[in-house]
């Protein structure tokens, strides 16, 4: 299913400069060294100066066939398509099609609040519309085919979280409303939409409206690395998400359209700044992005298990973007890197150092642990001959070993010290540590 946005605020860069040639060999072998450790899979590209400088693909495009991915290869880019839907409804403003203080009771009155919400309320996530991936009866209908009308009957059924306006909370429903507005007041599919005003002007060649995925079709299937294989994730039926995720495409395609919209090749450079109207950090379709003492613009995305990320950085004239199938780690490293990479400047290399405990050992951590002031417990329990950890309310993840008291979940940057003397663990994640204790 296609997830919230999870964006790090912050990008911090260190590091000597290197030559350019060296440092884009090292993220190649980077990239490399995550694949054969199967931490990732999938496609990445930096743009310097307006001009391509690094282009590379690791992995499958279709595990059970053995066939690789290339650059070409098309992956699903989650919510990077609503900067696409955005772009989109700033054309529509300018061609008089919509306005941006027009009511979304003039499409779905029946929606809670719908007099109150504006096209920009909708472009910014300030509606308190609810958003439906968040329900667990999503679950039972993503992989199915769904119509505007069935769509709209779940959309208008939740309460409404909070007054349109008063604040910014991300919800996928926004942009699904978004993109069926744009059919009607264009009287065309999303798909056309996506073609006739920013592929076909920009000349992209992998970018379209997905459907079913087709690896004959150098389309790529999205994978988790699950006790020594790959298993191919279910799929979202494309007709869900519509301009909230539904878009494929290539990291070069994307970095030809974030370089285009900036330029003016889709709308006016005007209404490229008004899309940077950032409110609590999100725009029109996009969010702004800290990076030293200067600021980018972009978008993440996550749908099934697809990650990919879309920067830009302006005042440095440098754009990255990946696209990735599997991932068993926090894809904001590889972010970092690229930018990295990108300005020259050397990095550290993971050693992928992970060690075989005894199951005597690791029953000596199982339990059910809390801390003071945490709104949660952590139970820790063995499952197939592995430890994993499982916080209230959340789904359970895998801890490796990397000593016989040091564990961690790369995908989330969470690092677990065991002190089974004292019946606690440390738990640090992104600069917060926090002390639990076994019940």
């Given at each position: 299913?296609?997830?919230?946005?999870?964006?790090?605020?912050?990008?911090?860069?260190?590091?000597?400069?290197?030559?350019?040639?060296?440092?884009?060999?090292?993220?190649?072998?980077?990239?490399?060294?995550?694949?054969?450790?199967?931490?990732?899979?999938?496609?990445?590209?930096?743009?310097?100066?307006?001009?391509?400088?690094?282009?590379?693909?690791?992995?499958?495009?279709?595990?059970?066939?053995?066939?690789?991915?290339?650059?070409?290869?098309?992956?699903?880019?989650?919510?990077?398509?609503?900067?696409?839907?955005?772009?989109?409804?700033?054309?529509?403003?300018?061609?008089k099609k919509i306005s941006l203080d027009k009511k979304l009771s003039d499409f779905y009155?029946?929606?809670?609040?719908?007099?109150?919400?504006?096209?920009?309320?909708l472009l910014q996530h300030r509606t308190g519309i609810h958003n439906l991936t968040d329900?667990?009866?999503?679950?039972?209908?993503?992989?199915?085919?769904?119509?505007?009308?069935?769509?709209?009957?779940?959309?208008?059924?939740?309460?409404?979280?909070?007054?349109?306006?008063?604040?910014?909370?991300?919800?996928?429903?926004?942009?699904?409303?978004?993109?069926?507005?744009?059919?009607?007041?264009?009287?065309?599919?999303?798909?056309?939409?996506?073609?006739?005003?920013?592929?076909?002007?920009?000349?992209?060649?992998?970018?379209?409206?997905?459907?079913?995925?087709?690896?004959?079709?150098?389309?790529a299937k999205s994978y988790q690395f699950i006790n020594g294989k790959y298993e191919a994730?279910?799929?979202?039926?494309?007709?869900?998400?519509?301009?909230?995720?539904?878009?494929?495409?290539?990291?070069?395609?994307?970095?030809?359209?974030?370089?285009?919209?900036?330029?003016?090749?889709?709308?006016?450079?005007?209404?490229?700044?008004?899309?940077?109207?950032?409110?609590?950090?999100?725009?029109?379709?996009?969010?702004?992005?800290?990076?030293?003492?200067?600021?980018?613009?972009?978008?993440?995305?996550?749908?099934?298990?697809?990650?990919?990320?879309?920067?830009?950085?302006?005042?440095?004239?440098?754009?990255?973007?990946?696209?990735?199938?599997?991932?068993?780690?926090?894809?904001?490293?590889?972010?970092?890197?690229?930018?990295?990479?990108?300005?020259?400047?050397?990095?550290?290399?993971?050693?992928?150092?992970?060690?075989?405990?005894?199951?005597?050992?690791?029953?000596?951590?199982?339990?059910?642990?809390?801390?003071?002031?945490?709104?949660?417990?952590?139970?820790?329990?063995?499952?197939?001959?592995?430890?994993?950890?499982?916080?209230?309310?959340?789904?359970?993840?895998?801890?490796?070993?990397?000593?016989?008291?040091?564990?961690?979940?790369?995908?989330?940057?969470?690092?677990?010290?065991?002190?089974?003397?004292?019946?606690?663990?440390?738990?640090?994640?992104?600069?917060?540590?926090?002390?639990?204790?076994?019940?």
């Amino acid at each position: 299913m296609f997830r919230k946005l999870l964006f790090v605020a912050a990008i911090g860069i260190s590091g000597m400069v290197f030559s350019q040639n060296a440092v884009k060999e090292k993220m190649s072998d980077y990239l490399d060294s995550l694949f054969i450790h199967h931490k990732v899979m999938g496609s990445f590209a930096l743009v310097e100066n307006d001009h391509p400088t690094f282009i590379k693909a690791v992995g499958f495009a279709d595990a059970e066939k053995n066939k690789m991915a290339n650059v070409n290869t098309q992956y699903r880019i989650g919510s990077i398509s609503k900067t696409f839907t955005a772009v989109l409804i700033m054309k529509a403003v300018e061609e008089k099609k919509i306005s941006l203080d027009k009511k979304l009771s003039d499409f779905y009155p029946d929606i809670p609040n719908a007099d109150k919400i504006t096209t920009e309320n909708l472009l910014q996530h300030r509606t308190g519309i609810h958003n439906l991936t968040d329900e667990a009866e999503y679950g039972q209908y993503y992989t199915k085919p769904q119509t505007e009308i069935s769509l709209i009957n779940i959309i208008k059924k939740y309460k409404s979280d909070f007054e349109p306006g008063s604040r910014h909370e991300y919800s996928n429903s926004n942009y699904i409303l978004l993109g069926f507005i744009l059919e009607k007041i264009y009287k065309k599919s999303y798909s056309e939409l996506v073609k006739e005003k920013i592929t076909k002007p920009l000349k992209l060649t992998f970018t379209e409206v997905g459907g079913k995925i087709d690896t004959s079709k150098n389309q790529a299937k999205s994978y988790q690395f699950i006790n020594g294989k790959y298993e191919a994730s279910s799929e979202t039926d494309m007709s869900i998400p519509i301009g909230a995720g539904n878009i494929i495409s290539t990291p070069s395609d994307l970095l030809t359209f974030i370089l285009g919209l900036e330029q003016g090749k889709l709308i006016k450079k005007q209404n490229v700044e008004k899309m940077k109207n950032f409110v609590d950090g999100y725009g029109y379709g996009v969010i702004k992005i800290p990076f030293e003492k200067e600021w980018g613009f972009g978008h993440t995305g996550g749908i099934d298990n697809f990650s990919s990320a879309l920067y830009y950085f302006p005042t440095l004239k440098v754009a990255m973007a990946f696209t990735t199938n599997q991932s068993d780690m926090d894809t904001n490293d590889i972010s970092i890197k690229l930018v990295e990479t990108a300005l020259g400047r050397d990095f550290k290399m993971p050693s992928f150092r992970t060690v075989e405990i005894p199951e005597n050992i690791l029953q000596k951590y199982t339990g059910t642990y809390s801390s003071v002031g945490v709104p949660l417990k952590i139970n820790i329990f063995i499952q197939n001959k592995k430890l994993m950890a499982q916080a209230t309310g959340q789904s359970a993840f895998p801890l490796e070993a990397i000593s016989d008291t040091n564990f961690i979940f790369d995908k989330a940057g969470i690092e677990i010290n065991f002190y089974p003397e004292k019946k606690q663990f440390i738990i640090l994640q992104r600069g917060t540590k926090n002390t639990f204790t076994k019940q």
